[in-house]
């Protein structure tokens, strides 16, 4: 059964037209990742939350805004879709792990592959 | 210098041969190290844990080098099914621990 859950699988999107992106996990893992990846590169992480603590990368675009309303479900929202955001996004979840300074792997939802026409 | 850094490649191997890929992270303080494999355009897939005593899955063996920060993955008698890219993943430790990924190396093994 999965485990970390992406919807939709395939997202088309006009241009400047807000969409949003959406990951529910059974896992109850207390953090929770969106990565960016565009072909043949790394998935860049745009925000992770630990817990209901928001943590967004320095170059992540204004564009892009995440929410998570509870443990298992978490949201990302690009307000006004370029070109240049095609890309598969990907959602997953991690527990922290003892004394603050590791972590377990990274579980992955399959992804949900944006295109902007 | 790149958090994680990793040669792209593409290996291109014979099945049944030996191949080996580095990954060397900026960081002294990360604790946490994976390798993921990543079919194309699907998702990332564990493929082991990296620990300091070094470990082995199989065909697979990991190895950890903390005084020259870099780990590695050995695959032996390779199969056309491990065709696929490889990601190293290292932890950033600090405030919020946070999954860095390398670039990925590609792995193309031929009959």
């Known amino acids: 059964d999965a485990m970390v859950i992406q919807n939709p699988r395939y997202q088309v999107t006009q241009f400047g037209k807000p969409v949003t992106l959406s990951c529910s996990q059974t896992l109850n893992h207390n953090v929770m990742y969106w990565y960016q990846q565009k072909s043949s590169q790394a998935p860049k992480l745009l925000f992770h939350y630990y817990d209901k603590d928001f943590n967004n990368e320095a170059d992540t675009p204004d564009n892009f805004q995440s929410r998570r309303p509870n443990t298992s479900f978490c949201f990302l929202d690009i307000r006004s879709p370029g070109l240049g955001d095609a890309a598969m996004y990907l959602c997953?979840?991690?527990?922290?792990?003892?004394?603050?300074?590791?972590?377990?792997?990274?579980?992955f939802g399959q992804g949900t592959r944006l295109t902007v026409v | 210098r790149k958090e994680v850094e990793q040669d792209p490649g593409p290996f291109n191997v014979p099945e049944g041969a030996t191949v080996a890929f580095n990954c060397t992270y900026s960081n002294s303080a990360s604790q946490s190290f994976f390798w993921y494999r990543q079919d194309c355009r699907k998702e990332p897939k564990l493929l082991m844990s990296v620990y300091s005593s070094g470990n082995e899955d199989g065909r697979f063996t990991a190895q950890l080098n903390r005084a020259s920060q870099y780990i590695s993955l050995l695959i032996r008698d390779s199969k056309l099914s491990d065709s696929a890219t490889y990601l190293c993943v290292v932890n950033k430790p600090g405030g919020y621990n946070k999954l860095i990924f390398g670039a990925g190396t590609r792995l193309a093994v031929h009959p």
């Open positions: 997953a979840t991690s527990r922290d792990g003892p004394r603050g300074r590791t972590n377990t792997e990274a579980f």
